[in-house]
């Protein structure tokens, strides 16, 4: 997959630059993806109410597998409507992925996958089948107020 060029979030009333100098690279973006240890899972019920839970799970080839039961809420909504939004666990370095989510069981895929989620938690998922998320949407800010307006930083996937 080729970088995404970076843009601006249309975040009116925030002092967001209107040119991309200081912009995030994806790159900045990807080494937090990778480094998270816990992600924030946000999807939506079929009541259309929101759903929000910290999963476990490894940033690989631009996408983020994690595991949980079938049978939980996050799953149950994602098999529903895929469509959902992940982040990192820190804050004031965010970045936020926008996407689609679906269930992974190819042995061949998920073989490295298990080998990294073995390595980064000491728990073995071999044989296990993985929700995968594919960005469509990523955005990406510093939260300090001298570097804020000038990081704000969306990419965009695809079409």
């Given amino acids: 997959m080729t970088d995404p060029a ?23 973006a990807r080494e937090r993806l990778e480094s998270s240890r816990n992600y924030w899972v946000a999807s939506t019920r079929p009541a259309a109410r929101p759903h929000l839970m910290p999963v476990w799970g490894v940033w690989m080839d631009d996408r ?33 992925v926008e996407g689609v989510a679906r269930v992974e069981d190819e042995e061949e895929t998920l073989r490295p996958v298990w080998a990294a989620y073995k390595q980064k938690y000491d728990w073995d998922m071999t044989g296990e089948s993985m ?7 990523a955005f990406g800010f510093i939260e300090r107020a001298e570097e804020f307006g000038r990081s ?8």
């Fill in 64 to 96: 983020l597998y994690f595991s949980t039961a079938i049978t939980s809420t996050k799953a149950r909504n994602m098999l529903a409507n895929p469509e959902c939004s992940i982040s990192t666990e820190h804050a004031n370095e965010a970045v936020i």
């Fill in 6 to 28: 970076p843009g601006r979030p249309h975040m009116p009333g925030y002092g967001i630059a209107d040119d991309t100098d200081g912009a995030l690279p994806w790159n900045w």
């Fill in 152 to 159: 704000a930083t969306r990419w965009q996937f695809g079409a």
């Fill in 131 to 137: 929700f995968v998320i594919a960005p469509a949407l």
